[in-house]
């Protein structure tokens, strides 16, 4: 018998947090006793969990993951007149990025089901000025490591857009691992989120790593000695905390996520999900669907909540209107994606109840 639960969220922040109060107030009971606020210890510690959650060597906190691309273009010395390859289908952040850095975004187009990069898409739009690469792994699906590898060992520079990507493995292989660097977000809606806004780089390069810390700081070397302009984007002390205590938990979450993941999979039409790989960590859940109105209003009458991620291609992007190129397959999946509840504390009945309407508005669409 189908549940009916009183409403399905999106995604419920105030549910998931009520389960770790008590570490979060003790976090932030430490850092005001201790006034960490901007670096310290906190910070170190957190960057050293990061990166050992993803089996690197190096992780560098910053304000966002907008700027976590931005710096990590800046740290590779890529900036005016170079070009930066960008998936049509992302959020705004990671093409905005290239442009604070002051290079060129090339938009290319993904594969229309994956909607990811592939090695033809970017092909199609390489020239003698691209020196760098921005693979989003989009909805926590990742970009094959052997398609990353193969644009390193073709000369370009790799930064992975890893923000809605936490914990992704690949073969067994975490994020961060084999590109040059890989950029997270800590946006409070992301897999790992902050309590307010923050990022990091991820990255196995020690003299990256140590430019990164410098950049993000106002290019210090000491308290008042600069060699470089830099910025101010530091991660905050209290966000570290929050983090140090959230990435404890972050496991379970993944692996509740993908257990719901393989719920929906069993549920739905083979056809009906953006397909991911083993090692997903599913940030999102996007459908296909050709009516999305009708069948985003049918499932808000059923009090299910659910997004678009993204409405707009890059290449209708206003702002980027200066370097639109036509990508067809992300034009299109820019009009029929449907993003469905996905939260850790998520029920298998609300999943049941999801698809049940789901299966109904498609039948009727
Ligand atoms: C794919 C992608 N890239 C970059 C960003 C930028 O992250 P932030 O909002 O932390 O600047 C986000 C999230 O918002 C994102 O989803």
Redesign the pocket.
């Known amino acids: 018998m189908l549940v009916s639960p009183r409403n399905v969220p999106f995604l419920d922040l105030t549910r998931l947090h009520a389960t770790i109060a008590d570490d979060l107030q003790a976090a932030y009971a430490d850092v005001v006793a201790t006034s960490q606020f901007a670096g310290g210890a906190v910070v170190s510690r957190f960057e050293q969990e990061f990166a050992a959650a993803h089996g690197a060597p190096h992780a560098v906190g910053c304000a ?6 931005a710096l990590a273009l800046r740290a590779f010395d890529i900036g005016p007149g170079d070009e930066v390859v960008v998936p049509a289908m ?2 705004i ?2 093409a905005s ?1 290239v442009r604070h850095a002051g290079a060129v975004p090339v938009m290319a187009d993904v594969d229309p089901v994956t909607l990811l990069l592939t090695a033809e898409t970017v092909a199609a739009v390489r020239t003698d000025r691209t020196r760098a690469i921005l693979p ?3 909805f926590g699906h990742l970009v094959p490591f052997d398609l990353l590898a193969a644009w390193r060992e073709g000369g370009l520079v790799v930064i992975e ?1 890893a ?2 990507a936490h914990l992704a493995t690949w073969n067994g292989e975490f994020v961060g691992t084999v590109g040059d660097a890989a ?1 997270f ?3 409070p809606g ?1 897999n790992l989120g902050a309590l307010g ?3 990091a780089i991820v990255t196995k390069n020690e003299a990256v790593a140590e430019r990164l810390r410098s950049l993000r700081d106002h290019g210090r070397d000491d308290h008042y000695r600069h060699s470089e302009v830099g910025y101010c984007s530091r991660l905050d002390g209290m966000q570290a905390a929050f983090l140090s205590v959230k990435l404890r938990y972050l496991p379970d979450w993944t692996a509740a996520r993908r257990a719901l993941a393989a719920r929906y999979d069993d549920l739905l039409p083979p056809g009906t999900l953006v397909p991911w790989t083993d090692g997903a960590v599913h ?1 999102l859940m996007v459908a296909r669907v050709d009516d999305r109105d009708a069948v985003q209003t049918a499932l808000a009458a059923a009090r299910i909540a659910t997004g678009v ?1 993204y409405p707009v291609a890059l290449s209708h992007q206003p702002a980027l209107s200066a370097w639109a190129r036509p990508a067809p397959a992300a034009e299109q999946a820019a009009s029929t994606v449907l993003s469905l509840p996905m939260d850790p504390l998520m029920t298998p009945a609300e999943v049941e109840y999801v698809c049940d309407h789901l299966d109904r508005s498609l039948a009727h669409a």
Do not use: E, I, N, R
């Open positions: 966002s993951g907008t700027d976590a691309l992302t959020f952040a990671t990025a989003v792994h989009l857009d923000a809605q950029c977000s800590f946006y992301k806004d923050g990022g940030h991620h």
